[in-house]
């Protein structure tokens, strides 16, 4: 499919009185009709015109260069002047048109049509916009005939005729276009008063709805009720400092759309999905189209270019499934240096074309400063400080704090979060559906309140169930509920058409639907998978819990040529977790021989991140010996770490996002250092010393970060669980992990299920219980 976007002069020409030339002479009105073509046909190619279509004894011409438009108009006019002659009618506006599969679309080509049939034989008729163009490019000389109010056109126009030699300028009298009815005047004054009062009432009922629309129309039921995708706008202005105002369109036109109940396109997936706009399903390319990937049976396209120090955009509504354009969107015009102000001027106008219910009533949410909104558009979830960098440019921008509450939440910064919150429940009657959502969902993630954050997080999913990231959120959330089988009926439509949205998939998504079939037995599903995303996901984790889940030790066995040192003491303690004692670990010979690679304490990221996070630390020559069941050499590294100074350690090392684990990093690392410790006492049969450390770390339950997130929450409940499991004391080991679940440690991760110190546990029905999916 050929398309393309772009600002072009139309010219429309037809050949008056036809019709009755047909009818009086078929044979000569065919001659008429052959030199009309012929003239055509040879005076565009010497002006660079493309020739779109031919209506019978009408023609659709298109240049990109406005003078040139002009001059071959005036020459066609001069050639019909000559025997034969042609009485041709010639008008042309300049606009924003889309070219597709041999055809023009747009506004322009309507608006072209209409000054065509306002024109005479042998006339050249032109809108303002072509005269502007002109002026200052050559001798033309030109008539202002007066402005127009045309048929299904929104705003009058201003129409002009080349008065160069040997061409007619029309009388007014003469000019007998498409053109809006006027009111008859044959109304006696007994019928005339009553109807003024009426018309006084009905112009201030459309008053209201004109300053909001500026339409005199509005989109059929039928189109108003389906689901409409907003597409980033083309930027025509050649200046790439003016990119983001298509993206922050998109935005706020889907924003004022919302407002409305009017189901809306994610605009963060079409910022994803900006080169699906335009692709129809069932193209000859095979390729996935804008409907197969947001379900909007309509998308809103739209350019703009600039005109000196004005900004023009044009918009138009267009079928996703076959391209039919539904309808243009009168032209918006905003000065360069109130982009804000267009784009409220934008979303304002176009919202009227889909209700007349909230028309009087301006939207109170407006857009941010544009330089801020730049730089938010540089930004990823995790960004705190690009978020903190776009709110220096714009402090009320509350999409920036929403989601800079999160990285907040995310990076255990408490003050950080405070001042977020605080700032955010201050202007709450600002903040959109979206962002009122998205920041209780936050909130409640911090509490631990996982059933109040589902359901935060599912309002914004019901927005757009097409939203890849509320979705992976949503289904995210139901493993925190201990909930897998809901996590994977939510992936499982988007899995289920995989060769659609294979590659718009986050690594994350994987994780957690492949995390969530292992949980619930159905691993030979995430092997079958495999075969699928292995290209789209690095991590094989889940895959190798997959074959651990099935009993396949060869395949395991196989695979482990090639595999990191960082797989291998993870797998170690996955295999000793799932597999019966007995079983032969297959990782642990391999662990042995590359015990060089660890140490303790290392300066390391993942040291010091990982081992607070999952409570495994991958780098750590003390984890490794505790697998590879060497616990006096365990024992003693971890004696000499008790003396520490972690945050001293961390200097330099732990940075950026995770800059906020050295405020607590001296009780995280000490929280480990004591769990292991313990679990290693347990291991070697110490059960006085075990015993101690679940004491020691109870004493340290005064120090927990409240604002600690999902990943570190119930951390010495859960160290203690393990500790009494080693033990055998089932019955105070199922009470601590029942006690670190209420405190709001999730079940993922390998936590509770996969995890070696808890496998006496298997067949207790009160841990059985515990652990079960809901």
């Given amino acids: 499919m050929s398309e393309d976007h772009k600002l072009a002069i139309i010219l429309f020409a037809d050949i008056a009185g036809y019709t009755a030339m047909m009818e009086e002479d078929e044979a000569a009105a065919l001659i008429v009709l052959g030199r009309f073509k012929a003239v055509i046909e040879s005076e565009i190619s010497g002006y660079n015109g493309q020739l779109v279509q031919y209506f019978g004894d009408a023609v659709l011409l298109a240049f ?5 438009a002009v001059d071959c108009a005036a020459a066609i006019q001069l050639a019909f002047r000559q025997e034969p002659h042609v009485p041709v009618r010639i008008g042309m506006h300049m606009g924003d048109v889309l070219f597709k599969n041999g055809n023009v679309f747009g506004n322009g080509v309507n608006v072209a049509s209409r000054i065509e049939s306002l024109s005479v034989p042998g006339a050249v008729l032109m809108s303002k916009e072509v005269r502007d163009q002109i002026k200052n490019q050559g001798d033309y000389q030109l008539s202002h005939l007066g402005a ?6 929104e705003e009058p126009v201003e129409v002009y005729a080349l008065a160069s030699e040997g061409l007619v300028v029309p009388k007014r009298s003469d000019m007998q276009g498409k053109l809006k009815q006027a009111a008859s005047r044959s109304v006696s004054m007994k019928l005339l008063l009553p109807m003024i009062a009426v018309l006084i009432l009905g112009a201030i009922i459309w008053g209201i709805w004109g300053r909001q ?11 108003r009720q389906e689901k409409v995708a907003v597409a980033v706008f083309n930027n025509f202005t050649n200046d790439p400092d003016l990119d983001a105002l298509g993206n922050m369109a998109s935005d706020w036109i889907s924003l004022g759309l919302r407002e409305l109940g009017v189901k809306t396109t994610s605009p963060e997936m079409m910022r994803k999905y900006k080169d699906r706009v335009g692709i129809l399903p069932g193209n000859s390319k095979g390729e996935v189209s804008l409907w197969e990937l947001t379900g909007a049976q309509y998308v809103l396209t739209g350019s703009y270019y600039r005109k000196g120090d004005s900004l023009q955009v044009t918009s138009r509504l267009e079928s996703t499934e076959n391209g039919d354009n539904i309808y243009d969107f009168p032209v918006i015009w905003g000065h360069i240096n109130q982009k804000e102000q267009l784009i409220t001027d934008i979303r304002e106008k176009l919202k009227g074309y889909w209700t007349l219910k909230e028309a009087d009533k301006l939207s109170i949410i407006n857009p941010p400063k544009y330089e801020a909104y730049q730089a938010y558009l540089k930004c990823h979830m995790f960004g705190a ?3 903190s960098n776009v709110l220096e440019l714009d402090s009320t921008f509350l999409l920036a704090w929403v989601y800079k509450a999160f990285t907040s939440y995310a990076y255990e910064d408490a003050q950080g979060f405070e001042t977020d919150r605080q700032y955010i429940k201050q202007h709450w009657d600002r903040c959109t559906e979206f962002e009122q959502n998205f920041f209780l969902f936050t909130e409640r993630q911090k509490e631990g309140n996982y059933r109040g954050s589902l359901e935060a997080i599912k309002r914004n999913y019901e927005l757009d169930p097409r939203d890849l990231t509320m979705l992976h959120h949503l289904a995210y959330n ?3 509920l201990n909930q897998p089988g809901k996590t994977a009926e939510q992936f499982e439509p988007i899995f289920s058409q995989f060769d659609i949205y294979g590659d718009r998939i986050t690594w994350q998504s994987y994780d957690a639907y492949c995390y969530a079939l292992n949980r619930v037995g159905r691993q030979k599903a995430v092997i079958a998978l495999e075969k699928k995303v292995a290209k789209n996901f690095g991590d094989p984790t889940q895959f190798i819990r997959a074959y651990m889940l099935d009993g396949d030790v060869e395949t395991l066995r196989q695979r482990l040529p090639g595999m990191s040192t960082y797989q291998i003491i993870r797998f170690a303690q996955m295999f000793s977790a799932i597999f019966p004692p007995e079983t032969e670990n297959i990782y642990l010979p391999v662990l042995r021989d590359s015990l ?20 495994y630390n991958w780098d750590s020559k003390a984890y490794a010996c505790y697998l590879l069941k060497d616990w006096d050499k365990t024992e003693q590294i971890l004696l000499g770490l008790r003396n520490m100074n972690w945050k001293e350690f961390s200097q330099g090392v732990v940075v950026g996002n995770f800059r906020h684990l050295n405020n607590h990093i001296s009780w995280h690392m000490n929280v480990w250092v004591e769990g292991l410790l313990g679990a290693a006492f347990a291991r070697q049969g110490k059960r006085e010393a075990a015993y101690a450390q679940i004491q020691t770390l109870e004493a340290m339950h005064p120090g927990y970060p409240p604002e600690s997130q999902r990943l570190h929450k119930g951390t010495i409940s859960y160290w203690q669980g393990r500790i009494y499991a080693i033990l055998g004391d089932k019955e105070q080991a199922v009470a601590a992990l029942t006690r670190s679940r209420s405190e709001g440690r999730t079940i993922d991760y390998g936590s509770f299920v996969f995890d070696w110190d808890l496998a006496s546990l298997k067949g207790y029905a009160p841990y059985e219980e515990l652990v079960r999916p809901r």
């Fill in 64 to 68: 990109d260069s406005s003078s040139k």
């Fill in 148 to 153: 127009f109010a045309f048929k299904n056109v």
């Fill in 213 to 223: 629309s500026g339409a005199g129309n509005i989109l059929s039921e039928e189109v």
């Fill in 385 to 387: 400080e690009c978020f």
């Fill in 478 to 480: 139901y493993l925190d």
């Fill in 596 to 615: 060089a690679r660890f140490t303790d304490p290392k300066k390391s990221w993942g040291y010091l991140l990982w081992s607070n996070m999952h409570l």
